[in-house]
């Protein structure tokens, strides 16, 4: 005889690994750490200063 299997349950760890895997692709593609968040704003900031002080004043 087969063994019974609750539907139910089934249902939900079917869907609960089909989330974990949707996460964890979304963040390869999108997440980043605090540390690199960081490290980007402050090479935006300095790129920013740099073009800024290039600047022409016009008369």
Same mark, same amino acid.
């Given at each position: 005889? $087969? %063994?019974?299997? #609750?539907? #139910?349950?089934? /249902?939900?760890?079917? %869907? @609960?690994?089909?989330? @974990?895997?949707?996460? %964890?692709? #979304? &963040?390869? =593609?999108?997440?980043?750490? *605090? &540390?690199? =968040?960081? &490290?980007?704003?402050? $090479? &935006?900031? @300095?790129? @920013?200063?740099?073009? %800024?002080?290039? *600047? /022409?004043?016009?008369?």
């Amino acid at each position: 005889m $087969a %063994d019974l299997v #609750n539907l #139910n349950r089934a /249902r939900k760890l079917r %869907d @609960r690994t089909k989330k @974990r895997s949707e996460a %964890d692709e #979304n &963040a390869v =593609k999108f997440g980043r750490t *605090k &540390a690199q =968040k960081t &490290a980007e704003e402050a $090479a &935006a900031e @300095r790129a @920013r200063k740099t073009l %800024d002080a290039h *600047k /022409r004043e016009e008369p």
